[in-house]
């Protein structure tokens, strides 16, 4: 709703995260990526950007990893 509504209030260009999600998932793509981007555009938006999850990416796995052994101190 939001994403049909912006092209109306003069924001024709915009750049999409989902913060919530670490990896990016079918669900994500179909419904953010696919159907936020066609509801945009159709609804006059020029530009749309969708930004990815994190995935694998190394600096993402290096700080969970780091996350996970804090965490665990003292029982591993």
Same mark, same amino acid.
């Given at each position: 709703?939001?994403?049909?509504? &912006?092209?109306?209030? $003069?924001?024709?260009?915009?750049?999409?995260? =989902?913060?919530?999600?670490?990896?990016?998932? /079918?669900?994500? !793509?179909?419904?953010?990526?696919?159907?936020?981007?066609?509801?945009? &555009?159709?609804?006059? $938006?020029?530009?749309?950007?969708?930004?990815? =999850?994190?995935?694998?990416?190394?600096?993402? /796995?290096?700080? !969970?990893?780091?996350?996970?052994?804090?965490?665990?101190?003292?029982?591993?």
């Amino acid at each position: 709703t939001v994403l049909k509504n &912006l092209p109306g209030e $003069g924001i024709r260009s915009v750049a999409v995260v =989902c913060p919530g999600f670490v990896a990016d998932c /079918l669900e994500t !793509l179909e419904e953010i990526d696919k159907q936020g981007r066609e509801m945009f &555009l159709h609804a006059g $938006g020029t530009h749309f950007h969708y930004i990815p =999850c994190l995935n694998d990416h190394p600096s993402w /796995l290096a700080a !969970l990893t780091a996350m996970v052994r804090n965490e665990l101190a003292g029982w591993i």
